[in-house]
DNA sequence: TAGATTGTTAATCGATTAACAATC
DNA sequence: TAGATTGTTAATCGATTAACAATC
């Protein structure tokens, strides 16, 4: 178990920020009840799936009418944690730490980046989308003592291993790891790895299917 | 059924990246065989897992040696069909778009991004990565014929489901999804998301279960 | 040879789906 | 009231893990 929290539905917690989304729009357009079975078809899942899934954040629905929208939502982004401040760090502001950088539904769900971090003299004390992007190497004096929950790993791979322990060093707790290594992180550290490589996988995978299945049937 | 491509063993497709990763570093270290004991450790998976993983590949290990190196690289990337080119385009050239036409390891597997759309016309006649900017509007006039497979769309998800249109209108076949929004697409397109939420939801929930624990272990 | 590692067959585990009484 | 939708309990399905003979 070293290493290792155990996180139990976690298929259905996957699935709750989508849910949250569109329960969020009806309640934008005014509605106060939403059913599993629209919400099901909106995502083309079955019905049954969303009562499960939703059943975890505690909400009961009503017979014929469907869940409470302004409830449905205080309780998932309670059960998300979603309702309350993470403070974050962006390690390796290239693209794709600027892009995570601006992204407002983060900020929407108390996602906090406080400051940027990267090697490239030409980069540091310049801003992305309004963050301040500092040396890498004052990571490790600067970041103890702000709160910082959260480190957003950006950097290319071969500086992953090393970078990730500058960020346990300044005692972040949990990493969203977005480099294709695994990383060895000491107990009590939280790794989430956002694998691009294996969505690239499946979706080639499912190209060669249909491309077989359209040999076999003409 | 409809819209849906089901494809076997998801998990364990998802895994070949990694394993991949693992058994090409192995490969330049000059290793002829290699184990799946190796790979379940490195990975922090069981040994069985990375058995029965392999074994949808075809490939035939060596009791006591593990696998022969070279044949397992060439069978994982034939299995993910990385052995041919897809010619790609990005559409949405922001700093995520940006970010993903940059990436050696998915040129590496043979997605050839020619070309970037985006709206912004100032960018429009500009490069990222070397790809060419064009504009939006002439994706579909520009795209067809081209034999692009895959678009990876990276709008803003208010965008997202015009866009998604121009996309098959123009005949691209497969849509990597980076947007928020589960997109409706005819019967024979094949989409894949990338729900970056649900990763920040796997995250937040692992966090607030290891913060609970603290509180009750103190 | 001895032992590590394989592939196969069976058992377990967890997630999805089905069935259905309860109810607004 | 009638019927759509809920929550619960049970069945199914698929993925992971265990056990073990085969073998280099």
Known sequence: MTNKTKVSFGPSIRRLPSYLHIIRNAQ???????SGTVIATELTLEPIQVRKDLAITGIIGKPKKGYPVDELVVAIERYLGWNR???????GAGNLGSALSGY????NHGLNIIAAFDTDPSKVGQTIHGVPIYSLETLE????????????????????????????KAGVKSIWN????????PEGITVWREDLSSGYAMLSVMMKIKHKSELETN
């Open 178 to 185: 977005f480099t294709n290594i695994k990383l060895k992180v």
């Open 104 to 107: 407002q539904e983060f900020k």
């Open 85 to 91: 401040e993470h403070k974050a760090i962006v390690v």
């Open 141 to 168: 004096t600067q970041v103890p003592g702000l709160g910082v929950e959260i480190a957003i790993l950006t950097v290319p791979s071969p500086f992953a291993a090393s970078t990730c322990e500058s960020i346990v």
């Open 28 to 34: 934008s357009g005014g509605e106060t009840f939403i």
